[in-house]
């Protein structure tokens, strides 16, 4: 890959600052977009930065020393977080997940969980609060994760074979203290834990079978992601991609599967159980099988700007009305201005055409919008 030098985020994707309606709403606890599709789940990326360099995510060739990452004066501080999401909440999210980069390197991040947790939906209901991580720091932070109200955890592990995983983390960081921090984060009571594995063809492709072997029977739930045109940096090629059909194939030839239904609407993994033993596994078909119709996922990045699609181009500037000394009902009629405007269904709409390169450069970098 040819090396490249990228300015920091502010400068380089279009961001607008939201226009505030006039007519100041109170928000209803649900909002729906120009689709049907109701605003239920956020997503916080709290740090643009990372100790991994996933091959698929952050190139070492591209996120080397000479990046450059926000400025912590760029960062929403927790209290400004606390603040949208109590917003986003109002309107009918009951889901916030918080991403990154890598979330556990946010200093202090289980305050941030402790400010979240004490919110509560319109009908006084606690949020579902997760969070998903590379593994590195869990045995040394779930304990302090559980106790601040974090409700579960989605770890990333893309193998079980060392020199795979190496070459795919790009650090040399080694299996088992993922696996480890994976019974640390099971035996504080962050369940159910979910095993997330990218799977790119001709890279780790190979550890399909091992890694369905290895959590069969166990009390995790392995889910294989179809790796992604997300960003621009990553040299994505559709060749590259296995189709999540593929993987039930092969994973079903050894150990049969069967079906079942999705825990709730809108859920982005189709869930197959084992039919002998105990267990089951996710599919998410992101490529292959879009699931835009039932997206209701909002992203907020790590300096506040709101994205209505992982794919986007362009967010909205929610910070500049956080700073700006524009009130919460001001806010949130911006808020639901937006979502309301909101069209989004790249995945579905991916083809040949939409995939050239050209009409993708500005498109916005995982680690900063959040996973
Ligand atoms: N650092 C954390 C981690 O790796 O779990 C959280 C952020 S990461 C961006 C969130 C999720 O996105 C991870 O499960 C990661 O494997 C996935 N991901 C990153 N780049 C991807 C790509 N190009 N295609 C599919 N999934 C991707
Ligand atoms: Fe870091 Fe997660 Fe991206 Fe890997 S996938 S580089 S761990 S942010
Ligand atoms: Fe949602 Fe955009 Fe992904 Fe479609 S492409 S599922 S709208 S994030």
Redesign the pocket.
């Known amino acids: 890959m040819s090396k490249k030098v990228i300015p920091v985020a502010d400068l380089r994707y279009r961001n607008t600052v939201p226009a505030i309606p006039s007519d100041l709403e109170s928000p209803a606890g649900f909002v729906a977009d120009r689709l049907a599709r109701p605003l239920q789940d956020l997503r916080i990326?709290v740090t643009d930065r990372?100790n991994?360099r996933?091959v698929?995510?952050?190139p070492s060739e591209v996120f080397d020393k000479d990046y450059a990452f926000l400025p912590h004066s760029s960062l929403l501080s927790f209290e400004e977080i606390t603040r949208i999401a109590g917003i986003f909440v109002a309107h009918g999210v009951s889901k916030i997940r918080l991403?990154?980069?890598?979330?556990l390197l946010r200093k202090n991040i289980e305050r941030l969980i402790e400010m979240l947790n004490s919110l509560r939906t319109p009908d006084g209901k606690e949020l579902d609060l997760t969070?998903?991580?590379?593994?590195s720091l869990l045995t040394r932070k779930a304990q302090a994760l559980k106790d601040a109200g974090l409700k579960r955890v989605?770890?990333?592990l893309?193998s079980l074979d060392d020199t795979t995983f190496k070459r795919m983390n790009d650090v040399d960081f080694p299996v088992a203290e993922v696996l480890n921090g994976i019974d640390v984060a099971h035996q504080v009571g962050l369940g159910p834990i979910k095993i997330?594995?990218?799977v790119?063809g001709g890279m780790n492709d190979q550890e399909i079978l091992p890694m369905a072997r290895h959590f069969k029977d166990s009390p995790f739930i392995l889910r294989f992601?179809?790796?992604?045109?997300?960003?621009t940096s990553?040299g994505?090629k559709m060749d590259e991609v296995i189709p999540s059909a593929e993987v039930v194939q092969r994973i079903h030839r050894e150990m049969p599967l069967e079906p079942i239904e999705p825990n709730y609407t809108g859920e982005t993994a189709q869930r197959w159980r084992y039919v002998e033993g105990k267990g089951e596994i996710g599919v998410?078909s992101?490529v292959t099988q879009a699931f835009c119709s039932e997206c209701t996922r909002a992203r907020l990045s790590t300096e506040g700007k709101l994205y209505t699609c992982l794919f986007a181009t362009g967010g909205h500037d929610l910070r500049a009305l956080l700073r700006g000394g524009k009130s919460d009902q001001e806010i949130a009629t911006a808020v639901a201005h937006i979502w309301r405007a909101r069209a989004d269904r790249y995945s579905e709409i991916r083809t040949a055409n939409t995939v050239d390169a050209r009409k993708q450069e500005n498109k916005v970098e995982?680690?900063y919008i959040?996973?």
């Open positions: 990326s990372c991994f996933c698929y995510c952050m991403t990154g980069g890598e979330p969070l998903t991580t590379n593994g989605t770890v990333s893309d997330n594995m990218v790119k992601i179809e790796y992604m045109d997300v960003g990553n994505w998410i992101s995982m680690s959040g996973g």
